[in-house]
């Protein structure tokens, strides 16, 4: 699995327009009406690796595998979900099992389709969205404080001590209208085992008409503004649709560079996400088998070798390695290994991006 995305924002912004592109598929009804989505609905895509294939090519091997990126189109949220209004916690519960957040925001005038508001206001439609996860968490740590504090005076597990001071400290961070992201926690595990909405890294994705996909237009330029050192990617939901239903990788780039494009939307949104959420990824290649891994940056070789089977990290000896563009340069591992660009790495090489590894180990 590459990483797991939930697609949130106000109704009728073009989540479910969006998901059924990104994933080539046509799971998530698309109607002129909010709460259309009903269950969220997942798909799931290969990640664009033009790396993986080139790989491939040269040792002629059986099955490619890439990574995969799973999308969860979750329902539209409106003003007051955190108390249960529209379709309420239900969804924002399924945040939770997200690793990011995709922010859909409307950054397009269209009269046929209704917005929840009554206008097009990207920034008040983001303030919407967050003050609502906001108050859900806030709820949530208000409930959770007093049981573990209670658990506490009978414990003292330093981890739970650790889990409530900063939960603690996060609390006056929710209570002043602040993300708990936005909390001063430099141990990201601890940030995580608190399970907020509002710890999840977002990137903004705003929904252009086609004639706004390369240089934007003021409600893009507002989301910036507005979304500081957060990622915002500008999409047309509405083209994205038209090249998913193409049927080959040619005809798709003839109609990108036609609009004048250089990439698709799963493109940018996979690019962004993997530095969104400090990912990379390694090659495994054989005849039988050429797979790429996603693993997170700065992982030691027998941790990468672990994302493959526990008994790789457990009994790892080392790792051959080599770059990717060695690889190809020299036609393969003995080609490679002749002109000394394979490597013997051990327990403490930090896997760099594009590595091409075959692990030793004895279990």
């Known amino acids: 699995m590459g990483f797991n995305c939930g697609i949130v924002g106000l109704p009728n912004v073009g989540k479910s327009t969006l998901f059924n592109a990104l994933t080539s598929t046509s799971q998530a009804e698309s109607a002129n009406y909010p709460f259309c989505t009903i269950d969220p609905n997942v798909g799931r895509v290969a990640v664009p690796d033009d790396r993986l294939y080139k790989l491939a090519s040269i040792v002629d091997c059986k099955s490619i595998i890439p990574s995969q990126l799973e999308f969860v189109d979750i329902a539209g949220i409106v003003k007051g979900a955190s108390k249960g209004e529209g379709l309420g916690n239900k969804f924002l519960a399924n945040i939770r099992?997200?690793?990011a957040i995709l922010h859909v925001v409307r950054c397009f005038d269209n009269d046929d389709i209704v917005h929840v508001s009554g206008g097009i206001n990207p920034v008040s439609d983001i303030e919407t969205i967050e003050t609502e996860l906001l108050l859900a968490d806030l709820e949530s740590v208000e409930k959770r404080?007093?049981?573990?504090?209670?658990?506490?005076?009978?414990s003292k597990d330093k981890n739970e001590q650790k889990l409530f001071d900063?939960?603690?400290?996060v609390y006056n961070f929710l209570r002043a209208g602040k993300l708990a992201i936005e909390a001063n926690i430099s141990d990201k595990s601890i940030l995580n085992q608190l399970q907020l909405l509002t710890t999840?890294?977002?990137?903004?994705?705003?929904?252009?008409?086609?004639?706004?996909?390369?240089?934007?237009n003021k409600y893009t330029s507002a989301v910036k503004s507005k979304a500081g050192n957060r990622p915002v990617v500008i999409i047309s939901a509405s083209i994205e649709n038209e090249i998913a239903q193409l049927e080959n990788v040619n005809e798709k780039m003839e109609f990108l560079n036609s609009l004048g494009v250089e990439s698709t939307g799963l493109d940018k949104v996979v690019k962004q996400g993997y530095d969104l959420l400090g990912l990379m990824t390694y090659f495994t290649v054989g005849p039988n088998e050429?797979?790429?891994?996603?693993i997170t940056r700065g992982m030691s070789a027998p941790q990468a070798a672990g994302v493959i089977h526990s008994d790789f990290e457990r009994g790892f000896i080392c790792a051959e390695t080599i770059n990717w563009l060695d690889y190809i340069e020299h036609n393969g591992e003995l080609g490679a290994k002749q002109a000394g660009k394979l490597r013997l790495e051990g327990k403490e090489y930090i896997v760099q991006d594009g590595d091409?590894?075959?692990f030793r180990f004895n279990v």
């Open 166 to 169: 900063a939960l603690s400290y």
């Open 200 to 216: 999840k890294p977002v990137m903004f994705i705003c929904n252009v008409s086609e004639k706004d996909i390369i240089s934007g």
């Open 97 to 99: 099992e997200t690793d």
């Open 356 to 358: 091409v590894m075959h």
């Open 145 to 154: 404080l007093p049981s573990m504090e209670k658990k506490l005076k009978s």
């Open 290 to 294: 050429t797979r790429a891994w996603t």
